[in-house]
């Protein structure tokens, strides 16, 4: 738990953003008060090893038997990395795998980068959730190449538009888990800016220092 709220600071910090007028465009085309840029949280050495080490722990007690992790490039790669590397530090073998925006056109014509083959078990990986759009295309995808669904994982449910539970639907009631939920962060976030307010009103405080 100690790692888990270590990791929802970082994403506070360096990945979110909230405007009280909605002024926040989605890749969807919707509003929202919130935007997530997972990157900047996947990219930095200690959110990625956090996420390397959390999302190991929830291969072993959920999905112990996968062979392969994976989602839609770009918001998927540093998680999949992430997972890979920590696992094999520890004694584990999770192959990480790329789903391709656009269908490969020359050699081997495939949807999947990566050493996963048809009939292997998979956990389908992403950053940030919304409309479930791009977590539905990547199991779409793995499923045309023949990989086996074994449920997803994602950084960040932003808990708009049930993306999560359009998610849940097209793999059949499997699993579907964030590791973390934009209600957890919103109260750290909430209290991180009341102590910031009450520093700027102190009459010690100096904004050139």
Request: charged share 30%.
């Amino acid at each position: 738990m100690e790692k888990l709220e270590r990791l929802k600071r970082i994403i506070l910090e360096k990945s979110f953003e909230y405007r009280e007028d909605a002024s926040f465009t989605l890749s969807s085309g919707e509003k929202s008060q919130f935007y997530f840029d997972c990157k900047k949280t996947t990219l930095d050495p200690e959110g990625s090893a956090l996420i390397g080490e959390l999302l190991l722990s929830l291969v072993n007690k959920r999905f112990p038997h996968i062979i392969g992790a994976g989602g839609l490039t770009l918001g998927a790669d540093p998680m999949g990395a992430a997972l890979m590397h920590h696992a094999w530090f520890h004694g584990k073998q999770v192959l990480h795998f790329i789903v391709r925006k656009e269908l490969k056109g020359h050699g081997a014509i495939k949807w999947i980068e990566g050493n996963v083959k048809p009939g292997d078990p998979v956990l389908v990986l992403d950053d940030v959730v919304t409309t479930g759009g791009s977590v539905i295309k990547a199991i779409r995808r793995c499923r045309e190449d023949g990989l086996e669904i074994e449920g997803v994982a994602v950084l960040v449910d932003r808990e708009e538009f049930h993306g999560m539970e359009k998610v849940q639907r097209e793999i059949g009631g499997k699993p579907a888990v964030a590791l973390i939920k934009r209600s957890e962060i919103m109260p750290i976030y909430k209290e991180i800016r009341a102590q910031k307010t009450t520093v700027e009103k102190s009459p010690a405080f100096d904004p050139i220092k």
